[in-house]
């Protein structure tokens, strides 16, 4: 039997763009024994970029594939794998349905998720990633008011601590501008993952370090899912989706597919209030 070990960028596993095709053809020409998650730094002073091992070997029968994230000793990881208790199982059915990403945390189940209605935010939600231009100028005074993450309050509001501005130019589109219920998320830095509320007082536009959710209010009130945004249950998915070397990020791709506890309208509404 052939086997063959291929060391390749962490992108691998969930690019669109540049690794769909591939990832569609690897599952389909060979069997894949293991993926190790390794992670940043283990490749110094060469590079500095996290990775994954692939483990193939020829093309057999497969319903499902085993996946572990190396935290401590690699070597000895290595050498006792093969019991492969701290191995997670993909089934090759869920990835074929799901872009053939490699995500672990994608297809985890949470004990919380027992006996109550849940949904991917992007069941219940549109997206739209925040504004910026090359060249584009601040300044101290202006129509619009220019947010970044750090503007992005601990109590899930908006409270600027950099006094940016802008004037709309032509080719920006008033889509960019907020409306009262939209939630802004950070998307990159120490605080990515974090939310807050826009109550729709100002002119405001957000930057590209973060991302704008417009929710379906007739399943879920934005209200709710900035207080859902403070809980464990979002936390733990966001640690599992998070990645990046000197600056941590949280994609578009992955905000996408965070779980979220979906009572009824009237039970939000009591939740909020209590």
Request: overall charge positive.
């Given at each position: 039997m052939a086997k063959l070990i291929i060391i390749l960028p962490n992108s691998f596993t969930h690019s669109l763009i540049h690794y769909k095709e591939v990832r569609k053809q690897v599952l389909e020409n060979f069997q894949i024994k293991e993926i190790v998650f390794l992670p940043t730094k283990i490749f110094l002073p060469f590079a500095n970029v996290w990775t994954?091992?692939?483990?193939?070997?020829?093309?057999?029968?497969?319903?499902?594939?085993?996946?572990?994230?190396?935290?401590?000793?690699?070597?000895?990881?290595?050498?006792?794998?093969?019991?492969?208790?701290?191995?997670?199982?993909?089934?090759?059915?869920?990835?074929?349905?799901?872009?053939?990403?490699?995500?672990?945390?994608?297809?985890?189940?949470?004990?919380?998720?027992?006996?109550?209605?849940?949904?991917?935010?992007?069941?219940?939600?549109?997206?739209?990633?925040?504004?910026?231009?090359?060249?584009?100028?601040?300044?101290?005074?202006?129509e619009f008011i220019f947010i970044k993450v750090g503007d992005l309050g601990k109590t899930?509001?908006?409270?600027?601590?950099?006094?940016c501005y802008f004037d709309l130019i032509p080719e920006?589109?008033?889509?960019?501008?907020?409306?009262?219920?939209?939630?802004?998320?950070?998307?990159?830095?120490?605080?990515?993952?974090?939310?807050?509320?826009?109550?729709?007082?100002?002119?405001?536009?957000?930057?590209?370090?973060?991302?704008?959710?417009?929710?379906?209010?007739?399943?879920?009130?934005p209200e709710y899912f900035c207080w859902f945004a403070q809980s464990k249950e979002y936390w733990e998915q966001v640690k599992n989706f998070v990645y990046g070397t000197t600056q941590l990020q949280l994609n578009i791709i992955f905000l996408k597919e965070i779980k979220v506890l979906l009572p009824s309208l009237e039970k939000q509404k009591r939740l909020l209030k209590s």
């Amino acid at each position: 039997m052939a086997k063959l070990i291929i060391i390749l960028p962490n992108s691998f596993t969930h690019s669109l763009i540049h690794y769909k095709e591939v990832r569609k053809q690897v599952l389909e020409n060979f069997q894949i024994k293991e993926i190790v998650f390794l992670p940043t730094k283990i490749f110094l002073p060469f590079a500095n970029v996290w990775t994954v091992i692939l483990y193939l070997t020829s093309k057999t029968s497969q319903k499902e594939v085993y996946c572990f994230s190396y935290k401590k000793n690699f070597l000895d990881f290595w050498r006792f794998r093969k019991s492969r208790e701290n191995f997670q199982k993909i089934e090759i059915k869920k990835m074929k349905e799901n872009n053939y990403f490699i995500i672990p945390s994608l297809y985890q189940n949470y004990p919380w998720e027992q006996n109550n209605k849940v949904k991917r935010l992007k069941e219940i939600a549109t997206f739209q990633r925040g504004y910026w231009k090359q060249g584009m100028i601040l300044k101290e005074k202006g129509e619009f008011i220019f947010i970044k993450v750090g503007d992005l309050g601990k109590t899930g509001k908006i409270e600027r601590i950099n006094n940016c501005y802008f004037d709309l130019i032509p080719e920006l589109s008033q889509d960019y501008v907020l409306e009262k219920g939209d939630l802004v998320v950070a998307r990159v830095g120490a605080t990515a993952g974090k939310t807050v509320l826009f109550l729709g007082k100002d002119k405001i536009i957000a930057s590209s370090c973060t991302i704008r959710i417009k929710f379906n209010q007739k399943e879920i009130l934005p209200e709710y899912f900035c207080w859902f945004a403070q809980s464990k249950e979002y936390w733990e998915q966001v640690k599992n989706f998070v990645y990046g070397t000197t600056q941590l990020q949280l994609n578009i791709i992955f905000l996408k597919e965070i779980k979220v506890l979906l009572p009824s309208l009237e039970k939000q509404k009591r939740l909020l209030k209590s």
